[in-house]
């Protein structure tokens, strides 16, 4: 019998997990799309995700998510689960990467294309 996940690239962390990526559920039906990471950087600490849903933004919790893949974040949540996800804490500490980082010619940017680490910079 054929493998019937689907092709979500491969795991990577959440250092470089960007805006758009799809959210999906453990039956693998759509949550949504990532708006942002929140990672408490004083403490170098992966908080979880929201998520632009079709209800408006959500929270998932870093306990609830199973994967990170190239192309999707996978959790452990069921699809009922995923509606009753709790809206995001205002002025919790949102992060998103610069897609524009490590684009440059220095030996510096070169590292950062060969080893994928983008850095993130708190959004405003």
């Given at each position: 019998?054929p493998?019937?996940?689907?092709?979500?690239?491969?795991?990577i962390?959440?250092?470089?997990?960007e805006?758009?990526?799809?959210?999906?559920?453990?039956?693998?039906?759509?949550?949504?799309?990532v708006?942002?990471?929140?990672?408490?950087?004083?403490?170098?600490?992966?908080?979880?995700?929201?998520?632009?849903?079709?209800?408006?933004?959500?929270?998932?919790?870093?306990?609830?998510?199973?994967?990170i893949?190239?192309?999707?974040?996978l959790?452990?949540?069921?699809?009922e689960q995923?509606?009753?996800l709790?809206?995001?804490?205002?002025?919790?500490?949102?992060?998103?990467?610069?897609p524009?980082?490590?684009?440059?010619?220095?030996?510096?940017?070169?590292?950062?294309?060969?080893?994928?680490?983008?850095?993130?910079?708190p959004?405003?």
């Amino acid at each position: 019998m054929p493998d019937e996940t689907p092709d979500y690239g491969s795991p990577i962390a959440y250092l470089v997990l960007e805006k758009g990526t799809a959210v999906v559920a453990s039956d693998h039906s759509s949550i949504g799309v990532v708006e942002h990471v929140l990672y408490v950087a004083e403490e170098d600490v992966f908080d979880g995700i929201v998520v632009e849903t079709p209800a408006g933004l959500r929270f998932v919790d870093r306990d609830d998510i199973d994967r990170i893949f190239q192309r999707c974040v996978l959790t452990v949540l069921t699809a009922e689960q995923a509606r009753a996800l709790p809206p995001p804490e205002p002025g919790a500490p949102a992060y998103a990467t610069d897609p524009g980082d490590g684009v440059g010619p220095s030996l510096h940017d070169h590292y950062r294309r060969l080893f994928g680490k983008g850095r993130w910079h708190p959004q405003s």
